[in-house]
């Protein structure tokens, strides 16, 4: 047996050892969503009798977690936003960090559970609570989600970075240009970062604009890369718009997936889908009081595609290509 076939059988015990000990100690709340692709998810809350706040973490376990890569990880709740996600994620982030090599998800678990606790004390009373913020129920812009079990996790590597030199007078937001389609309004925005204080600060700048802070969903997504580790730090936010910001992210990351699982030619045909870094993409959708179904999440993506052409993030698509393309369509038209 070699060492690297030794260490990846270690890592899978390690793995096996946890899931049993996490099955047992949790119950039903602990759910196996594809034990071939070691996909899990946990549902945790403040309380066992009447629980004000609850969420789901839902994890992909590398095959070399723990001895080397933290879980994949996503934190699920229509409750859970902005600087609330950010704080809950660096403490998961610094758990794993002060843990490296070790199994963290009982950590993680536990940490998560102390976060609704302190949320839930904190809290003067439920009544105080808009009635979105507790419930899951879905806008009524969302009875049209397409998603079908599309569920795209948010892959988040988690790292702790030092030097957060970056001033908010250092921040350069980028705003695309509005695109309308049935009264319902998109717009992108763009800023470089390289730390999640940056993303902090890019989030408090905009939202400092009456306008874009009382957009009806405000999505973002944003990857950092870690020269250091040679990795990625990167999270989304739906804000309300079910699976717009996975999906979002997915278009930022994705060529990096197809990277890894295609083979050259095809990489060629699909340079269009993105490996973007250290840079953060928001858009802003203005409802409009028309539903437009899958339409919604197509706008969305080409307000982000745009501006990170616009600012030279990624090539722009090739004009000649489009034109060929055409024509080909038009021949094959004609043949009908």
Same mark, same amino acid.
């Not at 899958?294 to 090539?315: G, T």
């Given at each position: 047996?070699?060492?690297?076939?030794?260490?990846?059988?270690?890592?899978?015990?390690?793995?096996?050892?946890?899931?049993?000990?996490?099955?047992?100690?949790?119950?039903?709340?602990?759910?196996?969503?594809?034990? /071939?692709?070691?996909?899990?998810?946990?549902?945790?809350?403040?309380?066992?009798?009447?629980?004000?706040?609850?969420?789901?973490?839902?994890?992909?376990?590398?095959?070399?977690?723990? &001895?080397?890569?933290?879980?994949?990880?996503?934190?699920?709740?229509?409750?859970?936003?902005?600087?609330? %996600?950010?704080?809950?994620?660096?403490?998961? *982030?610094? #758990?794993?960090?002060?843990?490296?090599? *070790? !199994? #963290?998800?009982?950590?993680?678990?536990?940490?998560?559970?102390?976060?609704?606790?302190?949320?839930?004390?904190?809290?003067?009373?439920?009544?105080?609570?808009?009635?979105?913020?507790?419930?899951?129920?879905?806008?009524?812009?969302?009875?049209?989600?397409?998603?079908?079990?599309?569920?795209?996790?948010?892959? #988040?590597?988690?790292?702790?970075?030092?030097?957060?030199?970056?001033?908010? *007078? *250092?921040?350069?937001?980028?705003?695309?240009?509005?695109?309308?389609?049935?009264?319902?309004?998109?717009?992108?925005?763009?800023?470089?970062?390289?730390?999640?204080?940056?993303?902090?600060?890019?989030?408090?700048?905009?939202?400092?604009?009456?306008?874009? /802070?009382?957009?009806?969903?405000?999505?973002?997504?944003?990857?950092?890369?870690?020269?250091?580790?040679?990795?990625?730090?990167?999270?989304?936010?739906?804000?309300?718009?079910?699976?717009? &910001?996975?999906?979002?992210?997915?278009?930022?990351?994705?060529?990096?997936?197809?990277?890894?699982?295609? &083979?050259?030619?095809?990489? %060629? /045909?699909?340079?269009?889908?993105?490996?973007?870094?250290?840079?953060?993409?928001?858009?802003?959708?203005?409802?409009?009081?028309?539903?437009?179904?899958?339409?919604?999440?197509?706008?969305?993506?080409?307000?982000?595609?745009?501006?990170?052409?616009?600012?030279?993030?990624?090539?722009?698509?090739?004009? !000649?290509?489009?034109? /060929?393309?055409?024509?080909?369509?038009?021949?094959?038209? %004609?043949?009908?």
């Amino acid at each position: 047996m070699s060492a690297d076939s030794a260490v990846r059988d270690d890592n899978l015990q390690c793995q096996i050892d946890e899931i049993e000990a996490l099955s047992s100690i949790y119950g039903e709340e602990w759910c196996t969503i594809d034990e /071939a692709a070691r996909v899990f998810c946990i549902k945790v809350s403040d309380g066992i009798d009447k629980p004000k706040w609850t969420l789901c973490l839902q994890v992909i376990l590398p095959p070399d977690y723990p &001895g080397v890569s933290p879980p994949i990880y996503q934190l699920n709740s229509p409750w859970l936003r902005g600087a609330e %996600r950010m704080e809950l994620s660096n403490s998961l *982030e610094e #758990i794993y960090a002060q843990n490296l090599g *070790e !199994s #963290i998800l009982y950590m993680w678990v536990e940490r998560i559970r102390e976060f609704l606790v302190e949320k839930s004390q904190n809290t003067d009373s439920a009544e105080n609570l808009e009635p979105d913020q507790r419930t899951a129920e879905i806008s009524e812009d969302a009875e049209e989600d397409i998603a079908d079990g599309f569920h795209v996790l948010g892959p #988040i590597q988690p790292l702790i970075l030092s030097d957060e030199l970056e001033d908010e *007078e *250092e921040l350069l937001i980028k705003h695309g240009e509005p695109f309308t389609d049935r009264r319902s309004t998109f717009q992108a925005h763009l800023a470089p970062v390289v730390t999640t204080k940056q993303v902090k600060l890019v989030l408090n700048k905009l939202y400092e604009n009456k306008k874009i /802070a009382n957009a009806t969903h405000n999505i973002y997504a944003y990857r950092i890369y870690c020269e250091d580790k040679q990795t990625f730090l990167q999270d989304c936010e739906d804000d309300g718009e079910t699976a717009a &910001g996975g999906r979002l992210l997915h278009l930022l990351q994705a060529f990096n997936t197809f990277q890894k699982n295609l &083979g050259q030619r095809q990489i %060629r /045909a699909s340079n269009e889908i993105l490996d973007v870094r250290n840079v953060m993409v928001i858009v802003s959708r203005w409802f409009g009081g028309i539903l437009l179904g899958p339409d919604r999440f197509k706008h969305i993506n080409n307000c982000a595609r745009n501006i990170l052409m616009d600012e030279c993030y990624i090539d722009p698509v090739d004009d !000649s290509a489009k034109s /060929a393309d055409k024509k080909k369509k038009q021949r094959g038209r %004609r043949g009908k």
